[in-house]
């Protein structure tokens, strides 16, 4: 029953034709109408109702926390993390909480979630040290920093980045941003992908800084949010110079940074490049 | 002889008497000084010079000088003659080596005409030194069962050296030494050593493993190199079958060319387990060999765990799964092969496979061909039937039988996984399963709380050693965070024990339980009824609870899963001087108490098997009690060489059981060196600056320490300082300055 759910999700999907539509490809992104996606959320109610749980408490459920700072435009997406971990629990066996969080950096609500992501579209009041310090010990002890600055009209991407910068420069100091170029794992955490991809035509590869043994901030120039964001009434928010085909590569790039933080170089392990090619027998 | 000689109770350099010669210079200037300048430089000269000889006097009666005078004679020098009586010594049967060696010594001694008089000490040695008489004692030996040690021999006479002062050694041997003893043994000694070189090797039919060695550690589940040297005497022979057993049993065979009388042969050993390991090595004997013994050697391989090898699945990317990940990967001594679910079965069939990087799960290479080799497989959330692994719990319940170890860890996917409960596994884990789809307000409750330690927990080693503070497991776990849920289990099972359980939800008499193990046979499981585990770790430490909980936590758990020995409650220590049989053997036991504090007065058993020249199985069994600190000492005498074995059992209920091995050489490792060696009796000639007497020995070349040329027979004192010489003398010189002063109108 709920495979044949899913099949109908999916036919719905690949049969309409949305203000995105181009040629058909693998890679088509769920684009449907509003009719269609009405029918596809009861759809996936009754199938997640029925899905077997994983997570026991809903702390142990994969929340994407959104971080809240002082001046700027802390949330210039606000739909966009939603429909990502919509997409995260459609597309993966991750148990994401779908209603994501945002929290302010206190040690207490940081504790809750490994995975934080910093967005905006200005340029913000410069953290305090001591905000700074927790910051810099939850990246220690294992928590993952996701920047996207946001292009929205009106907004002003650089002013955020610059302030983004400055801030980096104070949390990890001595330390300056390594290219993530597509040989890196994040680029085949889950999909294989060649270039990193959002709204805004950016450089092809992502930023990084290394804590211990792994790449713990990780910062695009692509607008990610942008590509993601999508209204309570099924419509997206931004049109994508790219059509579908680049909005599903925008969310195939955020399902593989959610996988990154949470399987790190699993998919370096000497039997992923043994076994790599048929993904039909198992799903690892 | 006569001789004498002065001496002083108080040195030139004691600070009285320096003090006093300070004391006698100034009086002296002072005198100087003060006699009036008037009187002339002769005066004031004379006077003082006076005054000087008088305070010297008095100084050196201060001394309290004496005469000895001695009666001596010329001195006797005792040279040390030593026999090499081993069992190399005794080669060839018709007119053996240590015949050759003491005529060799008597015509030496007969045809001397020595140019000091000289004394001799007779000694022959094997394995040990004895002093004997006279040559005589060792004429009639065919040469004893026993080894060579040069390294007994050079000890035992720089002892002897320090009381009896020998001018030197005379050693008269074959070289065939098995102690290896370094030129710093040598120097030791003091003294030249000047050695007979006795050896012939004619009429020599033998075929001999001479060597093997191994490296000092080794590890398991690697290749270690058992290096293999073969030596060929006389024998028309190429290439020699080497055969490596263990336990009996056939391991390897290689050939081994044998060129110019010898042939190597490597053989890579994989042990599987840590500990140690007892190989024999064999080699064909020829039906000429006149010796057949030394065909057989055995090495010990002392094997140690190199790293633990983990096997982790995973039902689903989690926290819990990540931060047990980034246990695993970080920690040295752990090489990780890990398999996680990224998809649903459901999400298998109905989303794109395009684009994917992912692979497939190579079930059948892991479960049926390498499922031994892990140490130990973590099931995270992991219902084996979603990815076709119910077919191999057969094959993962035998694993954990035969000494593996397990872990199933929640969330609840894999805590109600119908694959495992109905399986053999299913039975021997410590928890059993509710049904999936039992509903959740039974199966899970998602209440935050702090678990609790049961009585066992609080002893288990699990959390007794986790902590810095031996002891405060249960103060630690108060200040960790909250756990966020549990999944009810419907009760314990088989020999299942709760260590920690919930504080609140009951399961019939005692709180649902969260943590327990069992140990089914050899292996051991793990069962952790939550997937938020992994708050101890980072959520912890961001909230400034100890952050190093969570690691050391699982690292025990490690350590206790796969039984290693320092978690053991019986430890046994096997102290040997040295592997021969004539050696006795110390068994140092140690037995800690459920607690894990020491177990005195606790009832032993120990059984020592070894097999006869036939065959047979030989034992010795010894009962012990152990003292207040639960050690227990056995001194035991081992009556056969070969591999033993060793089982010590308790009187509890359930007793403990240990087993070990230890190897006891025995007396035919002589017989692998039964080649004379020249190279190296020269090399302690050399060391020591002795000669080396190739043939017949000439005492009067003989290097021999300076000794002293005479010896006192006895010796008189006389005091010189109260003699009545002296002290007119003194009187005299002060006589003679008052009366000079008198005469020159001085006073």
Redesign the interface.
């Known amino acids: 029953m709920?495979?044949k759910i899913?099949?109908w999700?999916?036919k719905a999907e690949m049969d309409c034709k949305g203000r995105d539509s181009v040629k058909k490809t693998?890679?088509q992104p769920a684009e449907v109408t509003r009719r269609g996606f009405l029918g596809a959320l009861l759809a996936t109610g009754v199938l997640l109702h029925g899905?077997?749980?994983?997570?026991?408490?809903?702390?142990?459920q994969?929340d994407i926390t959104q971080l809240i700072y002082s001046g700027g435009n802390w949330q210039p997406r606000p739909t966009a993390l939603r429909r990502l971990a919509f997409e995260l629990q459609?597309?993966?066996?991750?148990?994401a909480v779908l209603e994501p969080t945002s929290t302010r950096v206190l040690?207490?609500r940081?504790?809750?979630s490994?995975l934080l992501y910093m967005s905006g579209d200005r340029s913000f009041t410069p953290l305090t040290e001591p905000v700074l310090e927790v910051l810099r010990?939850?990246l220690r002890?294992?928590?993952t920093l996701i920047i996207d600055p946001a292009y929205t009209s009106g907004g002003d991407a650089n002013g955020f980045k610059k302030s983004m910068t400055g801030m980096l420069h104070k949390l990890l100091p001595g330390q300056s941003a390594e290219k993530i170029a597509s040989d890196h794992v994040i680029f085949?955490?889950?999909?294989?992908?060649d270039r990193a991809v959002g709204l805004h035509d950016g450089a092809p590869w992502l930023e990084g800084y290394t804590v211990?043994?792994r790449t713990a901030v990780i910062v695009g120039d692509h607008d990610m949010g942008g590509a993601w964001a999508r209204d309570n009434l099924g419509n997206w928010e931004n049109e994508m110079p790219g059509g579908a085909r680049q909005r599903e590569r925008a969310f195939?790039m955020g399902v593989n940074l959610v996988?990154y933080?949470?399987?790190?170089?699993?998919?370096n392990?000497m039997?992923?490049k043994r076994?790599?090619?048929?993904?039909?027998?198992?799903?690892? | 002889m006569q001789d004498w000689q002065i001496s002083t109770i108080l040195s030139w350099s004691n600070p009285l008497v320096l003090m006093s010669l300070v004391a006698a210079l100034v009086v002296v200037v002072w005198t100087y000084l003060t006699i009036d300048p008037l009187s002339g430089w002769k005066v004031r000269v004379s006077l003082s010079l006076i005054r000087l000889c008088s305070l010297l006097c008095a100084v050196y009666i201060l001394m309290q000088p004496s005469l000895i005078v001695m009666q001596t004679v010329p001195s006797a020098t005792p040279l040390a003659v030593v026999f090499d009586v081993s069992a190399s010594m005794g080669f060839p049967a018709d007119a053996n080596r240590l015949s050759t060696a003491v005529q060799r010594a008597r015509d030496a001694i007969r045809g001397a005409t020595l140019s000091r008089k000289m004394s001799f000490r007779f000694f022959s040695f094997a394995r040990t030194v004895t002093g004997i008489s006279s040559m005589d004692e060792v004429a009639l030996r065919d040469g004893e069962p026993g080894d060579t040690s040069f390294r007994n021999l050079f000890s035992h006479l720089t002892k002897l050296d320090e009381d009896e002062a020998f001018s030197g050694v005379l050693l008269l041997s074959d070289g065939a030494d098995t102690s290896n003893i370094s030129e710093q043994e040598v120097k030791r000694l003091g003294i030249p050593v000047n050695v007979a070189f006795i050896g012939s090797d004619s009429g020599r039919k033998d075929l001999l493993i001479k060597d093997v060695s191994v490296d000092e550690f080794a590890f398991s589940r690697k290749p270690n190199p058992l290096l293999v040297t073969i030596e060929n005497h006389g024998l028309p022979v190429t290439e020699v079958k080497v055969h490596l057993l263990r336990n009996g049993k056939l391991l390897q065979q290689k050939t081994a060319a044998v060129i110019d009388g010898q042939g190597q042969v490597t053989f890579q050993v994989i042990p599987r387990q840590p500990g140690r390991h007892i190989y024999r090595i064999e080699i064909p004997v020829h039906k000429d060999e006149t010796h057949r013994e030394n065909n057989v050697r055995h090495v010990e391989m002392d094997v140690m765990r190199d790293k633990y090898r983990i096997l982790h699945l995973s039902?689903?990317?989690?926290?819990?799964?990540?931060?047990m990940?980034?246990l695993l990967?970080?920690w040295p001594q752990v090489d990780?092969?890990?398999?996680?679910?990224?998809?649903?079965?459901?999400?298998?069939?109905?989303?794109?496979?395009?684009?994917?990087?992912?692979?497939?799960?190579?079930?059948e290479e892991l479960f049926t061909r390498h499922l031994k080799e892990f140490d130990l497989l973590i099931f995270q959330?992991f219902d084996p039937a979603t990815?076709?692994v119910d077919i191999y719990l057969k094959q993962i319940a035998e694993y954990v039988t035969d000494g593996g170890a397990l872990v199933v860890s929640?969330?609840?996917?894999g805590l109600t996984s119908a694959a495992i409960a109905n399986s053999p596994l299913g039975k021997l884990i410590p928890l059993a399963m509710q049904r999936?789809n039992t509903p959740?307000a039974r199966l899970?409750s998602?209440a935050?709380f702090s678990p609790e330690l049961t009585e066992l927990g609080k002893r288990h080693p699990l959390f007794q050693r986790t902590g810095v503070a031996f002891g405060g497991a249960e103060e630690q776990l108060r200040s960790l965070?909250r756990l966020?849920?549990?999944?009810r289990m419907a009760g314990v099972q088989g020999d299942g024990q709760v260590l920690l359980a919930h504080p609140h939800i009951r399961n019939g008499a005692i709180g649902a339980p969260l943590m327990a193990v069992s140990e089914p046979d050899r292996g051991r499981i793990l069962m952790v009824a939550?997937?938020?585990l992994w708050?101890w770790?980072?959520?912890a430490?961001?909230?400034?609870a100890p952050?190093e909980y969570y690691t050391r936590f699982w690292k025990q758990a490690v350590r206790w899963l796969t039984h290693s020995r320092e978690l053991s409650r019986v430890s046994l220590d096997i102290d040997k001087k040295d592997d021969s049989k004539n050696t006795p053997v110390n068994f140092n036991i140690s037995l800690l108490n459920e607690e894990y504090l020491p177990a005195a007065g606790e009832q032993l058993t120990i059984e020592i098997s070894w097999d006869d020249k036939n065959g047979s199985q030989q034992k010795a069994l010894f009962d012990g009690t152990t003292n207040n600190a639960g050690m227990y000492r056995l001194i035991w005498h081992p009556v056969q060489s070969g591999p033993h074995d060793v089982r010590i059992t308790t009187s509890g209920n359930p007793g403990l059981e240990l087993s070990d091995s230890f190897l006891v050489e025995g007396d035919n490792r002589e017989m692998n060196h039964l080649s004379p060696d020249i190279g190296r009796l020269r090399e302690i000639s050399d060391a020591s600056g002795g000669v080396l007497f190739e043939n017949a020995i000439r005492l009067d070349e003989l290097k021999l320490k300076a000794a002293p040329d005479s010896q006192v027979l006895s010796r008189r004192d006389t005091a010189l300082w109260s003699h009545p010489v002296t002290l007119i003398l003194l009187f005299a010189l002060i006589a003679s300055e008052w009366f000079l002063r008198k005469r020159w109108g001085l006073i």
Request: aromatic content about 10%; overall charge positive.
């Open positions: 709920i495979v899913w099949k999700i999916n693998s890679e899905r077997r749980l994983i997570a026991i408490g809903s702390s142990s994969v459609k597309r993966t066996a991750v148990d040690p207490g940081l504790a809750a490994p010990r939850y002890l294992g928590g085949r955490s889950f999909y294989k992908l211990g043994d195939r996988m933080a949470l399987c790190g170089d699993y998919k392990e039997p992923h076994f790599s090619g048929d993904a039909n027998k198992g799903a690892r | 039902g689903a990317p989690t926290w819990d799964q990540r931060f990940r980034d990967t970080q990780l092969v890990s398999f996680y679910l990224l998809r649903t079965p459901y999400q298998s069939t109905t989303q794109s496979n395009a684009g994917l990087s992912l692979i497939p799960f190579p079930t959330d990815v076709g929640g969330g609840q996917g999936a959740q899970i998602d935050p965070p966020n849920g549990i999944v939550t997937d938020s708050s770790g980072f959520c430490a961001m909230t400034g952050a």
